[in-house]
């Protein structure tokens, strides 16, 4: 699977730690780099304004999708390549998804939370095969990850669950997390041919 597009879930705030800023900067600019466009919410504000800055001011291209009711409160960006405006919350994500190959998750809040539980339960139940990767900058997501352990030792998650994403350290991990997914599919095609 060739991965041209990549969705980036992050928060709408900057979060207390610069590693946070500094992993989103380094994940528009990376995305730009390796010819990926970004898809994102759309904003200014926060982790997300950062990651979309650093892409475009890498020369990369990115798609912004916001809600007009999030209009002020997540300042919508204007300098975006397309910028697309949905009727509700509901429509962002689904245009989200469909606009994108793999999912990067960047430490956010509680719509970052909503957003990967979303696209990981969407996985879960075959609605698509897309990666999913979880970047764990300074451990930010160290207790949501723990929940998904939890669920599975208590006998309310298939241990397959494991398997609908990836965790990583750092962004430069997750860009090699992107590439071996996309070697090991190529792989598996030859196989099959
Ligand atoms: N319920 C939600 N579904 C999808 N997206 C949401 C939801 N609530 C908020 N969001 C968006 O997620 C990002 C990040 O929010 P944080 O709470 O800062 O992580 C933001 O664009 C929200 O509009």
């Not at 002020?72 to 509901?90: A, F, I, Q």
Request: hydrophobic share 50%; proline share 3%; with cysteine.
């Amino acid at each position: 699977m060739t991965i041209a597009a990549a969705a980036v879930f992050c928060g709408s705030r900057l979060g207390i730690l610069p590693a946070f800023t500094e992993a989103a900067r380094e994940t528009g600019a990376g995305l730009a780099e390796r010819g990926i466009h970004l898809v994102y919410g759309g904003g200014a504000v926060g982790l997300m304004g950062v990651v979309a800055e650093a892409a475009l001011e890498a020369g990369g291209s990115v798609t912004g999708i916001i809600p007009e009711f999030l209009h002020d409160r997540e300042v919508m960006n204007e300098r975006v390549t397309d910028l697309v405006v949905t009727g509700s919350m509901h429509e962002r994500k689904r245009l989200m998804f469909a606009q994108a190959d793999a999912f990067l998750i960047l430490p956010g809040g509680l719509g970052t939370f909503d957003e990967l539980m979303e696209i990981m339960t969407w996985r879960q139940l075959s609605l698509h095969d897309k990666p999913i990767v979880i970047v764990n900058v300074a451990n930010w997501a160290v207790h949501v990850i723990a929940a998904l352990e939890a669920a599975i030792e208590q006998g309310l998650a298939d241990p397959s669950a494991r398997a609908l994403y990836q965790v990583v350290n750092d962004v430069p991990a997750a860009f090699d997390a992107l590439r071996s997914m996309k070697k090991r599919e190529e792989k598996e095609e030859t196989h099959r041919l």
